[in-house]
């Protein structure tokens, strides 16, 4: 077997290219069974086809593939994975030892299939920035969220939260001027509390297997008036670049020997409640643009006086930092709600200082986002990470 082949073939490159067949075998097994897998690669000789996949019976849902038994005369197909028999669908019907369907010759163990049906809801990105930065940080900043609105698909949905000592919810439907509802950032608000003062969603939830036509009204009925915080690219696109345009530096006064009062865990306390709110089991993504330590509120890294330092590695493994487990304890409850709605959380850093990743990387390892630490959002990393 050309595993070498089969690697540019599928995109995909296990750390071991056989597995164990018993618990003694796995054991000895120093590199952990894993694969690492290329996403958008690129198969010109194996074109995507144009219908639906066929699986097996729920709950196995396994789909169609080049491993599995075919019996051709009585139109049945056996599952590798759990066995059971199931009956190729009706549009099957000339199938046979020599007219077979691409999902069951060889070259197509990694297949596309282009679905006829869309999404009943859109792609969703909650842009979260941090406005205690220095003024040409944040220009460049603004810079690169403008450009990515270009970017996105004209019928993507977009929201803004801004924070500093403060965390605001700008309110992008409404048109005749800016506006926005404030939170403080030393408090944490549950999922309920910021229903209410928004006035959005009805506690409706996607059930999976439904109707489209069933989905698209529990979607209209959850995201009732919250499409005054998200709205489609195309229909917001000026009011959102004019409020980045004159966004400005948090107007909180830092004393000399303090730090910003940085409120980050009240933002993506917000920004997660609105999403899993509005859209459950809906392509959703949160994007963090910090640009230090959270300083006040839940989630705080470290206190706002400079003469309290930075927690080290030490004080991690010692246990004697007072705020790291309060903190990773609130962030990994806000990555269980983001997954728990489908949704991912994006982490960009752009600090020389540590801005307390460690305690927030459960947010990016649960719910298969992305963490990118720059020195700078500036730099030309940032911007080709971003976009």
Same mark, same amino acid.
């Given at each position: 077997?050309?595993?070498?082949?089969?690697?540019?073939?599928?995109? !995909?490159?296990?750390?071991?290219? $056989?597995?164990?067949?018993?618990?003694?075998?796995?054991?000895?097994?120093?590199?952990?069974?894993?694969?690492?897998?290329?996403?958008?690669?690129?198969?010109?000789?194996?074109?995507?086809?144009?219908?639906?996949?066929?699986t097996?019976?729920?709950?196995?849902?396994?789909?169609?593939?080049?491993?599995?038994?075919?019996?051709?005369?009585?139109?049945?197909? !056996?599952?590798?994975?759990?066995?059971?028999?199931?009956?190729?669908?009706?549009?099957?019907?000339?199938?046979?030892?020599?007219?077979?369907?691409?999902?069951?010759?060889?070259?197509?163990?990694?297949?596309?299939?282009?679905?006829?049906?869309?999404?009943?809801?859109p792609?969703?990105?909650?842009?979260?920035?941090?406005t205690?930065?220095?003024?040409?940080?944040?220009?460049a900043?603004?810079?690169?969220?403008?450009?990515?609105?270009?970017?996105?698909?004209?019928?993507?949905?977009?929201?803004l939260?801004?924070y500093?000592?403060?965390?605001?919810?700008?309110?992008?439907?409404?048109q005749?001027?800016?506006?926005?509802?404030? +939170?403080?950032?030393?408090?944490?608000?549950? $999922?309920?509390?910021?229903?209410?003062? %928004?006035?959005?969603?009805?506690? $409706?939830?996607?059930?999976?297997g439904?109707?489209?036509?069933?989905?698209?009204?529990?979607?209209?009925?959850?995201?009732?008036?919250?499409?005054?915080?998200?709205?489609?690219?195309?229909?917001c696109?000026f009011?959102?670049?004019?409020?980045?345009?004159?966004?400005?530096?948090?107007?909180?006064?830092?004393?000399?020997?303090?730090?910003?009062?940085?409120?980050?865990?009240?933002?993506?306390?917000?920004?997660?409640?609105?999403?899993?709110?509005?859209?459950?089991?809906?392509?959703?993504?949160?994007?963090?643009?910090c640009?230090?330590?959270?300083?006040?509120?839940?989630?705080?890294?470290?206190?706002?006086?400079?003469?309290?330092?930075?927690?080290?590695?030490?004080? !991690?493994?010692?246990?004697?930092?007072?705020?790291?487990?309060?903190?990773?304890?609130?962030?990994?409850?806000? =990555?269980?709600?983001?997954?728990?709605?489908?949704? =991912?959380?994006?982490? +960009?850093?752009?600090? %020389?200082?540590?801005?307390?990743? =460690?305690?927030?990387?459960?947010?990016?390892?649960?719910?298969?986002?992305?963490?990118?630490?720059?020195?700078?959002?500036?730099?030309?990393?940032?911007?080709?990470? +971003?976009?």
């Amino acid at each position: 077997m050309d595993f070498e082949a089969i690697e540019d073939q599928d995109g !995909i490159r296990c750390s071991w290219n $056989v597995l164990p067949n018993t618990r003694i075998e796995a054991t000895r097994c120093v590199v952990p069974v894993s694969a690492l897998y290329t996403v958008l690669k690129d198969r010109p000789n194996v074109p995507p086809v144009m219908y639906e996949p066929v699986t097996c019976k729920a709950p196995c849902r396994a789909v169609l593939n080049p491993y599995c038994q075919i019996d051709v005369r009585g139109k049945l197909w !056996i599952c590798p994975f759990c066995l059971q028999r199931n009956q190729f669908p009706p549009h099957y019907r000339d199938i046979a030892a020599h007219n077979l369907p691409p999902e069951l010759h060889q070259q197509y163990t990694t297949i596309e299939y282009t679905m006829a049906r869309q999404s009943p809801v859109p792609p969703v990105f909650m842009f979260v920035v941090d406005t205690c930065l220095e003024e040409d940080e944040l220009k460049a900043l603004k810079d690169s969220l403008i450009l990515a609105l270009s970017l996105l698909p004209p019928n993507a949905l977009v929201g803004l939260i801004t924070y500093g000592t403060m965390v605001q919810l700008h309110e992008l439907g409404y048109q005749d001027c800016a506006k926005s509802y404030v +939170f403080r950032g030393s408090k944490d608000y549950n $999922v309920k509390q910021i229903q209410e003062m %928004l006035g959005i969603g009805s506690g $409706v939830r996607n059930q999976p297997g439904a109707a489209q036509q069933q989905q698209q009204q529990h979607i209209a009925q959850q995201t009732y008036g919250a499409d005054r915080f998200v709205q489609p690219v195309e229909q917001c696109e000026f009011t959102l670049t004019s409020i980045l345009e004159q966004l400005q530096r948090d107007p909180w006064p830092v004393a000399n020997d303090r730090r910003p009062l940085r409120s980050s865990g009240a933002a993506m306390a917000v920004a997660v409640g609105v999403l899993e709110t509005a859209f459950p089991n809906a392509g959703g993504r949160v994007m963090l643009f910090c640009g230090g330590p959270a300083t006040q509120g839940p989630g705080m890294v470290v206190g706002p006086e400079l003469k309290e330092p930075m927690r080290s590695h030490h004080d !991690i493994e010692k246990e004697s930092d007072r705020h790291y487990r309060k903190a990773v304890k609130f962030y990994e409850g806000l =990555a269980k709600r983001a997954a728990g709605a489908g949704h =991912a959380v994006d982490i +960009f850093s752009g600090c %020389l200082d540590q801005v307390g990743l =460690a305690e927030m990387k459960s947010l990016v390892n649960w719910t298969g986002g992305h963490m990118v630490l720059t020195d700078s959002f500036v730099t030309a990393i940032f911007k080709q990470s +971003f976009q």
